[in-house]
């Protein structure tokens, strides 16, 4: 019982760091304490932790932000409780920003108007509009003057295409570098049922292996990812080539998680892993290649695909 004490304290011990943009310090906790802290966050009950156990899925990847002053948007806040949730998790938060739509739940103001920005407090904000909606969002990036997020989360809709459309809309320019963007509730992809829908919204061609899906695009991450070892730097699957700027991504139970990269970390690996490839490196590497790449082009014609349903226009 001893041992197993000890074990438990290492799992939850916390390190001092250094943040290289001021020289401050601050605590980065372990991936365990970083569960065990998500969910004690979950004092007004939010679904993330009872229900759907995201303080597991990804607690341990919010880990390193708990104890700094974070800059934090939630898609999609229902009654609110998660936001209050943030606030409790990230304790030196510097911002914490929601997106809601007024016909459901939180987004709604007392009077029945649909206000764009309301401060909830000094630190807290609500916006109120569709994620699907590329006017919306660029009207809120207009309001954030430049300042971005270390985290997003999107528990919006839940429609496959918005979660993409979204994905690509805002990755590059509302997340900070080193930041992480989590989409929960991709179960929806799976939901192959003909005529499903949900919030009033239609989700055509979904199921396992079908183009209405949100995680069978996002599979594609991954050999954007290793673009460098397919000879072809500029390969990409997502609308502006947004899938180049990630540096990870995870699939877990009904949440991705996708890490962006911080480009003078990466500088060396980029030069390596993408560009030796297609230049120094291919002379010798190019002969354990069909040289026709016949099959690889075939398939790259047919990945560019957009999931069904997609309006770049606005929903």
């Not at 229902?78 to 007024?102: C, Q, T, V």
């Not at 309301?118 to 969002?137: E, I």
């Not at 919006?156 to 459309?165: E, K, M, T, V, Y």
Request: with cysteine; glycine share 10%; hydrophobic share 35%.
């Amino acid at each position: 019982q001893q041992q197993q004490q000890q074990q438990q304290q290492q799992q939850q011990t916390s390190r001092l760091t250094y943040d290289n943009d001021n020289g401050s310090a601050h605590l980065v906790l372990s991936p365990a304490r970083g569960v065990a802290d998500f969910a004690a966050a979950n004092l007004g009950g939010s679904d993330k932790v009872k229900y759907h156990n995201y303080h597991v899925m990804y607690g341990p990847v919010l880990a390193p932000f708990m104890r700094k002053p974070v800059r934090l948007l939630e898609i999609g806040v229902s009654d609110g409780k998660s936001l209050k949730l943030w606030g409790r998790m990230f304790p030196n938060h510097e911002h914490i920003a929601g997106i809601g739509y007024w016909k459901h739940g939180f987004g709604k103001a007392e009077n029945g108007a649909n206000p764009f920005k309301r401060n909830l407090t000094d630190k807290h904000v609500l916006y109120t509009g569709s994620q699907a909606d590329a006017g919306f969002l660029g009207k809120v990036l207009a309001d954030l003057g430049g300042h971005k997020f270390d985290i997003i989360i999107d528990d919006g809709s839940h429609i496959p295409w918005h979660q993409i459309f979204t994905l690509e809309t805002i990755f590059d320019t509302f997340l900070k570098e080193g930041g992480v963007y989590v989409i929960e509730d991709i179960e929806t992809s799976y939901w192959d049922k003909p005529g499903v829908s949900l919030y009033g919204y239609p989700i055509p061609n979904a199921g396992i292996g079908k183009q209405g899906s949100a995680v069978e695009k996002l599979k594609g991450i991954a050999d954007v990812l290793n673009r460098g070892v397919l000879l072809d730097p500029s390969y990409s699957i997502l609308h502006g080539n947004v899938d180049h700027l990630m540096s990870h991504i995870t699939f877990s139970q009904n949440c991705i998680m996708i890490h962006k990269k911080d480009q003078e970390q990466w500088k060396h690996a980029e030069q390596h892993n993408i560009q030796n490839y297609h230049r120094a490196e291919a002379a010798a590497y190019k002969p354990r290649l069909d040289p026709s790449r016949r099959d690889y082009r075939r398939y790259k014609a047919t990945s560019n695909w957009e999931v069904s349903g997609m309006n770049r226009m606005g929903a």
